[in-house]
């Protein structure tokens, strides 16, 4: 059974072969099954990506902490 995420639960995103820290802020249905994840990148993310948000659609790509 897949995890269920919530608002302010602390993941990581899986970008470019490194695990990034983050805080989901938003999360968009899409299917019964699956869900946008829109998670605000921590600080040191935000300066390595030059993005504050990223969604993340696939399951593999996002963990809880």
């Known amino acids: 059974m897949a995890h269920q995420y919530q608002i302010g639960d602390r993941?990581?995103?899986y970008l470019n072969s490194v695990w990034f820290d983050g805080t989901i802020v938003h999360i968009e249905p899409y299917s019964q099954h699956r869900s946008f994840h829109w998670v605000e990148?921590?600080?040191?993310?935000q300066a390595l990506l030059g993005v504050e948000?990223?969604?993340v659609f696939n399951p593999k790509n996002i963990r809880k902490l």
């Open 41 to 45: 990148l921590d600080e040191v993310a």
């Open 11 to 13: 993941v990581q995103v």
């Open 53 to 55: 948000k990223i969604s």
